[in-house]
């Protein structure tokens, strides 16, 4: 089956600092990925779309210049967290897909800690 | 706007015994829904979705656009259906997916 993984699966950084987190299709062209955020014991909460080549579309509430999305390839997209702060500790997830009408696969996740 | 509700936040029942996962949705249009599963220490992966009707795993949805629900079920839980069990619906084409917060089964011996 299609992989998808995300790198690093844990990630401690200062406050201030900024953090990339990358997710990859490993057997598979994904046209689009997607990022989530989960806090615990809650659902995920999308919070942009991505297509190779092209801009990001956010949710409503999510801050672009706080969360920056690049999907330069068709198997990298990445999510940098600038200025993180406590508020920031998350857990990240991406998921990959390929055209429409398709399963999106999803990655283990990335757990940030903000101190 | 779309939405995902799943009243329980936990799940316990026997061996043997049948589940029922409780899913709701509210959208305007007609949605995608799919059921996906996180194992422990495993990442969320597809379960099923509505529009195959196939049975995996032993279990089965049905979507009831009456209810408005999508509930997940399988006559005869076995231990290893333990996880955690995430509703989602789609707009269609493959779109994003709104889940729903989720619910733990837990199946004892």
């Known amino acids: 089956g299609a992989v998808v993984s995300q790198h690093p699966s844990r990630v401690i950084c200062k406050s201030g600092t900024s953090v990339k987190i990358e997710c990859r299709s490993l057997d598979f062209q994904a046209t689009t990925m997607f990022w989530y955020r989960q806090f615990p014991k809650q659902s995920l909460m999308l919070m942009a779309t991505?297509?190779?080549?092209?801009?990001?579309?956010?949710e409503q509430g999510v801050e672009k210049d706080k969360f920056l999305i690049n999907h330069a390839s068709l198997t990298l997209s990445t999510l940098t967290v600038t200025s993180a702060h406590p508020e920031d500790s998350s857990f990240y997830i991406c998921?990959?897909?390929?055209?429409?009408?398709?399963?999106?696969?999803f990655g283990q996740g990335t757990r940030l800690t903000v101190v | 706007a779309q939405r995902v509700t799943q009243p329980e936040k936990l799940l316990s029942v026997f061996k043997g015994a049948p589940v029922e996962l409780k899913c709701n949705y509210s959208y305007s249009g007609s949605p995608e829904l799919f059921w996906y599963v996180q194992y422990s220490r495993q990442r969320l992966q597809l379960l099923l979705r509505h529009i195959s009707r196939e049975s995996i795993k032993g279990f089965t949805a049905d979507l009831n656009k009456g209810e408005t629900s999508f509930h997940l079920k399988k006559p005869f839980a076995q231990e290893e259906d333990s996880a955690m069990y995430y509703c989602a619906l789609s707009e269609g084409g493959g779109n994003k997916l709104t889940f729903g917060t989720g619910t733990q089964l837990k199946v004892e011996l």
């Open positions: 998921s990959a897909r390929v055209g429409t009408y398709t399963e999106a696969f």
């Open positions: 991505s297509n190779e080549g092209s801009k990001a579309t956010y």
